[in-house]
């Protein structure tokens, strides 16, 4: 799982289990064993990220997000964290921004693509938001990308093109 020493490495395992029952508030007390010396571990940051996202603490998020980018450039996941956290604070641009300039790394990544749809839907191009959205199709499928575009608020605007698709 980890390269965290014993006990650590139990601890992230129950921080995992507890995210997994939707206690974020376990999950926190349970990340609190962690010696700080492994505070800064990439596995260690995406929890804690998982945390505040479950938490809805998004500037807490935005912040161990951009220090998991920093750590890990090549990880599409601090950038897809980052981009998203921005968003659910309002600066729906500045996600628009942390993303689209990565995109080209991670050419397999469908949810980046997904989510830029969500983005340009949300600051007002509705045409730019269905191309984003055509090309998670081709990475997800159809079917999946469209029954998740359908119950997405964020492109309610286009669910009558969204449905004809």
């Known amino acids: 799982m980890t390269n965290l020493p014993h006990p650590h490495d139990k601890h992230l395992e129950a921080v995992e289990g507890w995210l997994g029952l939707g206690n974020w508030h376990e999950a926190e007390s ?13 596995f260690v940051l995406e929890l804690r990220y998982k945390i505040h996202e ?10 161990v997000a951009a220090t998991l980018r920093t750590t890990l ?24 921004d942390t ?3 990565v995109l080209p790394r991670f050419p397999d990544h469908w949810l980046m693509r997904y989510n830029l749809a969500c983005y340009a ?9 269905l191309t984003w959205l055509a090309q998670a199709i ?8 469209r029954t998740l575009a359908l119950s997405d608020p964020d492109l309610k605007p286009l669910w009558r093109k969204i449905k004809a698709l």
């Open 30 to 42: 349970e990340l609190a064993h962690i010696d700080p010396e492994y505070h800064a571990h990439p």
């Open 54 to 63: 479950k938490a809805g603490q998004w500037d807490r998020a935005a912040a």
């Open 73 to 96: 450039p090549d990880n599409q996941w601090g950038h897809f964290y980052l981009a998203y956290s921005l968003h659910e604070l309002k600066r729906t641009q500045e996600a628009y």
């Open 99 to 101: 993303l689209a300039p």
């Open 121 to 129: 839907c949300m600051l007002g191009r509705p045409e730019e938001a």
């Open 138 to 145: 081709a990475l997800a499928g159809k079917k999946e990308v």
